[in-house]
C-alpha cells in the first residue's frame, strides 16, 4: 500500500553540527509534504513544508529537498543546537489528512 | 494568540470507564482530526470533520466517537476503554494543506 517511511529511527549528531533526516514515500501522486517536530510529551510541530513542483525550500536554519525521481524526501537542519533535540516525522498530504512516517530520532550530542 | 488546546493534558481512567477528551481551537479552522499516538509510533488518525461532515477511518474501532458541536469544538468519547487504548491523543486543525495540532492529553487507562 501507499506509505511514506523514514530511513533512520536514531541519529546523533554534535552541537553544531549539519543534521539530514530522509523519507521516502511510495505515492507518486504526494504533491505536498510536511515536516514536524515533536519534543518529548508534546503535539507535532510544523516545521517546513514543500509543494511537488518544488525541489528545494529554505527555512530559518532548516532546508527540505525533494526528490520526485526517486520519491525521497530530506530535512536538513544547520548548526544543530540541544534544543532540536526531538523526533521528526515527514507527512504526506496526497488526501485530506496526514499520513505519517514511522519517525527519526534526533539526539544531539553537546 | 490562536492556537489549538487540548483539555485535560493527562487523564486515567479505569478498564470500561467512559471517557471524553476536548479540543478547542480559536483559528477558525474548518476541518478538525483526531488522532491516537502510542508511545515511540507515528499519529494515526482515527477520524476528522471537514465542517460537520464526519469521516471515519476504516480501521477506527467501534470504541472511539466523536462529536463536533460548533466550529471551534470537537470531542472524542472512548465509551469503555481498554489497556491497549493507553495513548496520546492529539487535535489537530487546518483549513488548507498544512494541519496544526494541539498539545495532546495524555490517556492512561487502569
Known amino acids: 500500500g501507499e506509505s511514506v517511511g523514514l530511513h533512520l529511527p536514531t541519529l546523533s549528531v554534535q552541537e553544531g553540527d549539519n543534521s539530514i533526516i530522509n523519507c521516502a514515500y511510495s505515492n507518486s501522486a504526494s504533491d505536498y509534504f510536511i515536516w514536524y517536530k515533536q519534543e518529548s510529551g508534546k503535539g507535532p510541530q510544523f516545521i517546513i513544508d514543500?509543494?511537488?513542483?518544488?525541489d528545494k525550500r529554505q527555512g530559518q536554519r532548516v532546508t527540505v529537498l525533494l526528490n520526485k525521481t526517486v520519491k525521497h524526501l530530506s530535512l536538513q537542519i544547520a548548526a544543530t543546537q540541544p534544543g532540536d533535540s526531538a523526533v521528526y516525522f515527514c507527512?504526506?498530504?496526497?488526501?485530506?489528512?496526514?499520513?505519517f512516517g514511522s519517525g527519526t530520532r534526533l539526539q544531539v550530542q553537546p | 494568540d490562536a492556537m489549538v488546546i487540548q483539555n485535560p493534558r493527562y487523564q486515567v481512567t479505569q478498564f470500561g470507564k467512559p471517557v471524553t477528551l476536548s479540543c478547542s481551537q480559536t483559528?477558525?479552522?474548518?476541518?478538525m482530526y483526531w488522532y491516537q499516538q502510542k508511545s515511540s509510533q507515528a499519529p494515526k488518525l482515527l477520524f476528522h470533520y471537514y465542517d460537520k461532515d464526519f469521516n471515519n477511518e476504516a480501521d477506527t474501532p467501534d470504541n472511539f466517537q466523536s462529536r463536533r458541536p460548533n466550529t471551534s469544538f470537537c470531542f472524542l468519547d472512548i465509551r469503555s476503554p481498554g489497556l491497549g487504548d493507553t495513548a496520546m491523543y492529539l487535535c489537530a486543525t487546518s483549513r488548507a494543506d498544512t494541519q496544526y495540532f494541539g498539545p495532546g492529553t495524555r490517556l492512561t487507562v487502569l
Open positions: 507527512a504526506d498530504t496526497g488526501r485530506r489528512a496526514l499520513t
Open positions: 514543500i509543494r511537488s513542483n518544488m
Open positions: 483559528l477558525n479552522h474548518n476541518v
